[in-house]
Nanobody, 115 residues
């Protein structure tokens, strides 16, 4: 069973950092692209960052230079390192993988940036 499980969310002050791990199971981790999305209240879910099988990454313009996505192949985990956090980064963050044309989402982890 394909599964992704997020963790690491919480409350952080503006300018702070958080690292979000996403543990994956049920598929060959190294063979699929993985992504982090977020959804703020009243807004649509949006792509934050994505990493493909050869390690290439893409980012939303709003997080470029502040967020870094990476994958640890032996731990079957993808990470989202978030630095210089802003209040507008407040959202539920979701991990995503598409396996055999089926989308798999985690339950999400809440990130709140506030003083």
């Amino acid at each position: 069973q394909v599964q992704v499980v997020e963790s690491g969310g919480g409350l952080v002050q503006p300018g702070g950092s958080l690292n979000l791990p996403c543990a994956a199971s049920g598929f060959t981790f190294s063979s699929y692209a993985l992504g982090w999305y977020r959804q703020a209240p009243g807004k649509e879910r949006e792509l934050v960052a994505r990493i493909i099988t050869n390690g290439m990454t893409t980012y939303a313009d709003s997080v470029k230079g502040r967020f870094t996505i990476s994958r640890h192949k032996t731990k079957n985990t993808v990470y989202l390192q978030m630095n210089s956090l802003k209040p507008e980064d407040t959202a539920v963050y979701f991990c995503h993988v598409r396996v055999l044309q089926r989308d798999c989402w985690g339950r999400g982890t809440q990130v709140t940036v506030s003083s």
